[in-house]
């Protein structure tokens, strides 16, 4: 079935539902001899997994991988890499009640009216527990683009009308003068994964006040790409920017992408947006970074930037209209765990895509000339 692969060289197939055995992939094109740490991944799916703090489902899975195939002694074959993450604390229980239902903004009445057919149970394959496997596909990308310098890092910069104002160092779209980089470990330090402290808990304070509302909240993630060479990205269809947006908006729940100055630039005369040329230090660079790190599609050497728009969770406590299979008008309460803002646990997530694409385009790049 069409649908379920990402990517060209590096390519991830994806299976598996939220209530059904494990959520499980075969990732190909990843270059033998590489030294793979296994631990590094299971960080990965650690900051995913839900149950991780009091802004999340309670749900309790402890998400651990299990590499079926594709490495030996620590070191990938150049062979396909086969893994699951079984589902351990499945409740389908919680789901029985609904099997005739069409909750509202689910997939529940769009997919049964493709495959005539739908696993009830969490949404089952249109749940976001799928995005395991994009977790280990780009944990695994990410290690790979350690090697070349890049680092990838995404960040909450807004819940609801909480938005992060403040400028940090090394965290927003230029190059810093002394190199600086946001790093994972500075968004990590509170639950929200904002980088501000005082935004940060504007924020919590919002999601804990819409949960005890039984409601949810939006938000939106921003993300930097450090380090990306110029000329990645392929003309006309398979732009840089392009392929991003594809990434990013096939991750459940996610409603706008924009790049560089965005919507912004809508605004703006040309004299205002476009990125001068500069030579500085024998490199050509740009005096501004209106472009997000791409023009014409391709890398031009400079920080990528882009931000992603996320729905609030349609799973909520509140009486909704809706109606079953049978075209009743009911009542619907929603029960069972679920995050009352998806943001905090969608961002390794966003940088597992964005890093699956960069490491495609790049191992694209090294077969796209001769020299």
């Not at 009216?113 to 944990?139: F, L, N, P, Q, T």
């Not at 940090?168 to 980089?181: L, M, Q, T």
């Not at 470990?185 to 005890?212: F, G, H, Q, W, Y």
Request: aromatic share 6%.
């Amino acid at each position: 079935m069409a649908g379920n692969s990402f990517g060209n060289i590096f390519k991830l197939t994806s299976f598996g539902e939220s209530h059904g055995e494990a959520i499980g992939g075969v990732i190909e094109g990843i270059p033998s001899g590489f030294n793979l740490s296994l631990d590094k991944i299971q960080q990965e799916l650690n900051r995913r997994r839900p149950g991780q703090s009091n802004i999340s489902t309670p749900r309790k899975e402890d998400d651990i991988l299990q590499i079926l195939s594709g490495i030996f002694e620590g070191k990938t074959t150049g062979m396909p890499i086969g893994f699951i993450v079984k589902n351990n604390n499945s409740r389908s229980a919680d789901y029985s009640k609904i099997k005739d239902v069409f909750r509202p903004s689910h997939a529940d009445f769009s997919w049964r009216s493709k495959y005539g057919i739908r696993d009830y149970r969490g949404g089952g394959r249109s749940s976001a527990r799928e995005h395991i496997a994009r977790v280990v596909a780009g944990a695994i990308a990410k290690q790979i683009l350690e090697e070349y310098n890049i680092s990838i890092v995404a960040y909450t910069s807004q819940v609801g009308s909480v938005i992060l104002k403040k400028n940090i160092s090394g965290f927003g779209a230029h190059k810093d003068s002394n190199g600086k980089r946001l790093t994972e470990k500075e968004v990590d330090l509170n639950i929200v994964r904002c980088p501000d402290k005082t935004t940060a808990n504007d924020m919590i304070n919002l999601i804990n006040k819409v949960s005890e509302d039984h409601d949810s909240i939006g938000g939106t993630i921003s993300c930097v790409i450090y380090g990306v060479p110029a000329g990645l990205g392929e003309p006309v269809f398979d732009r840089c920017q392009a392929l991003l947006a594809h990434a990013m908006m096939s991750i459940n729940a996610t409603k706008g992408f924009e790049y560089g100055s965005g919507f912004e630039a809508a605004h703006m005369k040309g004299s205002e947006h476009n990125d001068e040329l500069v030579c500085h230090n024998d490199t050509i660079q740009c005096a501004s970074n209106n472009s997000g790190g791409i023009q014409g599609g391709v890398s031009n050497g400079e920080n990528i930037y882009f931000k992603v728009a996320f729905k609030p969770t349609p799973s909520i406590m509140k009486t909704q209209n809706t109606v079953d299979i049978n075209k009743n008008a009911l009542e619907l309460n929603i029960k069972g765990r679920h995050d009352p803002c998806v943001v905090p646990r969608a961002i390794p997530v966003v940088e597992s895509m964005a890093a699956m694409v960069i490491l495609d385009l790049l191992l694209q790049n090294k077969v796209s000339k001769f020299c």
